[in-house]
């Protein structure tokens, strides 16, 4: 079982940027496929990024080319880079990881808040 920890959350203006991490704990987290997922008040939760134990990235599309998800297996770690940001991705946002043997990991989600 993984463990997840994410932080760099907060409140931002539209525009700006924030980076947020994803820190695991427990062995294999390089073979885990790693994804952000959003969720906003009164909304169900929706996937944000994706990125494989290779490395190959996806993104929804109300995200591409706006956000940037990337990986460090040396030291256990996914990171979302969000750049232009508009109060529409206010949310919580969680990252998950997704056992190539099956089963998944969530964290407790940081919030983001983007005001215009």
């Known amino acids: 079982q993984v463990q997840l920890v994410e932080s760099g959350g907060g409140l931002v203006q539209a525009g700006g940027s924030l980076r947020l991490s994803c820190a695991a704990s427990g062995s294999l987290f390089s073979r885990n496929t790693m994804r952000w997922y959003r969720q906003a008040p009164g909304k169900q939760r929706e996937f944000v990024a994706g990125i494989s134990s290779e490395g190959t990235t996806n993104y929804a599309l109300s995200v591409k080319g706006r956000f940037i998800i990337s990986r460090d297996n040396a030291k256990n770690t996914m990171s979302l880079q969000m750049n232009s940001l508009n109060p529409e991705d206010t949310a919580v946002y969680f990252c998950?990881?997704?056992?190539?043997?099956?089963?998944?990991?969530w964290g407790q989600g940081t919030q983001v808040t983007v005001s215009s």
């Open positions: 998950a990881a997704f056992s190539p043997f099956g089963g998944s990991s």
